[in-house]
């Protein structure tokens, strides 16, 4: 079995900020293996996601929601509907860490509530069902304010987390850096968050567009990445399109 501190391909994926099924189809066929849903940044609404998500997942792409706030209603639903794995965004401490990645785990673990969804195949649910949704579906917890930061190994031990999630731009603003730069203490900080995942053994991910901190996570095994997202790229892809008449 290979260890989370042995080199790995990440998985490749963009952010989906917007209902559009064809950059998804788009995107699988470039060959980006993962969707993030944006409910915190775009314009999914909960009727989207409950659409758009089964879709990516009959095409091969892995499935992950970034929820708009870390609630026990927007945990579940996304959950509920299928996600692959949840990010929780802007956790304050490791205190408000621990109360809300219990919802994404059922009993003993965690509190998370037992619905009639998706999941379960529209149908009733046994003990086998429970443990094998604690065990597939990934909870990541965002490191992004200067709290969470500074918890962050308390937060990575915690058992209802399945990994850490970067947030660069904000923890930068957080920090007093201002806006990210990609600077030594941005990659700094990387180092600090990709470690403290290791050491517990789980899992870590990061947006890497940038080509520096992009570089800094391959070295330390990061078990996803973004590169984009579905609007930046059709922003590089008209101004291409443009200009080819100068």
């Not at 945990?75 to 919802?103: C, M, S």
């Not at 700094?188 to 053994?201: P, Q, V």
Request: proline share 4%; hydrophobic share 45%; charged share 25%.
């Amino acid at each position: 079995m290979t260890s989370a501190r042995e080199s790995v391909k990440p998985a490749i994926g963009f952010w989906l900020e917007s209902d559009n099924q064809k950059a998804c189809e788009i995107a699988r066929l470039a060959g980006f293996d993962l969707v993030l849903f944006d409910m915190e940044h775009g314009t999914l609404d909960l009727r989207a996601l409950d659409q758009l998500l089964p879709f990516c997942q009959s095409i091969g792409l892995q499935a992950y929601v970034r929820l708009a706030e870390a609630t026990r209603p927007n945990i579940q639903n996304a959950l509920d509907i299928g996600a692959d794995a949840i990010v929780l965004p802007q956790l304050r401490n490791i205190a408000h860490a621990r109360e809300v990645t219990e919802y994404a785990k059922f009993t003993p673990r965690g509190t998370r509530g037992v619905g009639y969804s998706r999941t379960q195949r529209y149908q009733g649910a046994d003990d086998n069902f429970f443990r094998i949704e604690n065990e597939q579906r990934h909870c990541y917890a965002m490191i992004e304010t200067a709290e969470a930061f500074a918890d962050a190994s308390a937060i990575a031990a915690l058992p209802c987390v399945d990994g850490l999630f970067m947030g660069p731009a904000d923890l930068s603003m957080t920090r007093a850096r201002g806006a990210f730069t990609a600077s030594d203490e941005d990659v700094a900080d990387l180092s600090h968050i990709a470690n403290a995942a290791l050491r517990e053994g789980k899992k870590w991910a990061l947006p890497a567009a940038d080509p520096r901190l992009r570089e800094a996570a391959l070295a330390l095994s990061p078990t996803f990445v973004t590169l984009g997202d579905d609007l930046s790229a059709l922003s590089i892809g008209f101004s291409a399109i443009r200009s080819r008449l100068g």
